[in-house]
């Protein structure tokens, strides 16, 4: 007997950007190619680019308060920040909790969002919200 777990991703994202739920039923334990196996796929996929857009965010968030942390924009921007994290850290539950390997590009969405969120803010207040 096939052990079947229900995985529902919900990304409540913030501001303006719209929710998104993902649910896929899936087995964990089937070793044989078939349907089971395809669903584990595209639940990995899920499970991986939605971790790695939150990586990525969360840096852009970073590195926009490394920037604009003392002005009139720094508690939305903070706000915004700790939603980015809760989503973070919900993703790299699942990733452990369904044996899901990350994306082998976090170094390059650490460094690439960290840039965007600073230089995004260098150029200005509307700049930076513009990029969240």
């Known amino acids: 007997m096939l052990a079947v777990r229900s995985v529902c991703l919900q990304h409540v994202l913030t501001s303006s950007r719209v929710s998104l739920l993902s649910c896929q039923t899936l087995s964990l334990s089937s070793l044989s190619p078939g349907p089971?196996?395809?669903?584990?796929?595209?639940?990995?996929?899920?499970?991986?680019?939605?971790?790695?857009?939150?990586?990525?965010?969360?840096?852009?968030?970073q590195g926009q308060m490394a920037i604009l942390k003392n002005s009139k924009s720094a508690p939305l921007i903070q706000e915004m920040w700790d939603h980015e994290r809760a989503h973070l850290k919900k993703f790299e539950e699942l990733l452990v909790t369904y044996q899901v390997r990350p994306t082998v590009l976090i170094p390059v969405w650490r460094l690439a969002g960290f840039t965007l969120g600073a230089g995004g803010a260098l150029l200005g207040e509307k700049v930076a919200m513009a990029c969240t």
Request: net charge positive; proline share 0%.
């Open 36 to 61: 089971d196996q395809a669903r584990r796929r595209i639940v990995e996929k899920i499970i991986r680019v939605d971790h790695a857009g939150e990586m990525g965010a969360s840096y852009i968030y």
